[in-house]
């Protein structure tokens, strides 16, 4: 079975811009959350959207958002870019709410410049 | 207020060495899961293993064992015989039931394994 997915792999922008990251789950997983993993740290928690609705969201501001679609697959965005967004951007799968097991796909880097 | 604490921020060892990485977690909820994640330099983060907070028993798998403590808010995770493919950054986590999505990441210990 194919493991998480995420496009791109890499995306360099321009402070301002607004950028669009996806995902697709483990098949029969439902619910996805997305992490932000600024070098050197841990990931911080950003959303989980579970059955295609919000499930909880971090300490991330309104210019993040995001959404599941009915396939389960999910788009992150991010408005008017700073460079401190720069960061490996993590999706996890896993099939219930509570992560008991999550599955992370390779990452999207992003580079804001 | 919740909080995981890696106090190791790097490690290295001459392989065949055993090593253990220490992870200490804050939170009053009584009902919570403890993670380690596994980083290796290709970016994506490895699921090793989940604990319950009512299973205090410690688990071995294979090389890997980990020992948990409530007592001392502890889950510690040693490799013994250490092999340079270990090298890798680790995390210990925490997820709370009450909070259900979150996790929390401590801040990783990168750990080096030198032939």
């Known amino acids: 079975d194919a493991g998480v997915t995420q496009s791109p792999t890499h995306l360099i922008k321009t402070r301002g811009q607004h950028v669009t990251l996806r995902c697709s789950p483990i098949?029969?997983?439902?619910?996805v959350s997305w992490y932000q993993q600024v070098l050197g740290q841990g990931p911080q928690f950003i959303f989980q959207y579970y059955e295609k609705e919000e499930r909880g969201r971090g300490n991330f501001p309104d210019r993040f958002s995001a959404r599941q679609f009915p396939n389960y697959s999910s788009e992150l965005n991010v408005n008017a870019l700073l460079l401190g967004d720069s960061a490996l951007y993590l999706c996890?799968?896993?099939?219930?709410?509570?992560?008991?097991?999550?599955?992370f796909g390779p990452g999207t880097r992003l580079t804001v410049t | 207020a919740q909080k995981v604490t890696q106090a190791q921020t790097e490690i290295s060892v001459v392989e065949k060495e055993d090593v253990t990485l220490d992870c200490v977690y804050e939170?009053?909820?009584?009902?919570?899961?403890l993670f380690w994640y596994k980083q290796p330099p290709s970016g994506e983060l490895v699921f090793l293993i989940r604990r319950n907070s009512f299973d205090e028993q410690n688990e071995i798998s294979g090389r890997y064992s980990w020992n948990f403590q409530k007592s001392t808010s502890s889950f510690n995770f040693t490799i013994t015989a250490s092999q340079v493919v270990d090298s890798a950054v680790y995390f210990c986590a925490l997820n709370l039931y009450s909070s259900a999505s979150k996790i929390i990441f401590g801040s990783g210990t990168r750990l080096s394994i030198r032939p």
């Open positions: 098949s029969g997983h439902k619910s």
């Open positions: 939170t009053r909820d009584t009902t919570y899961y």
């Open positions: 996890a799968s896993s099939l219930a709410q509570q992560p008991y097991e999550q599955y």
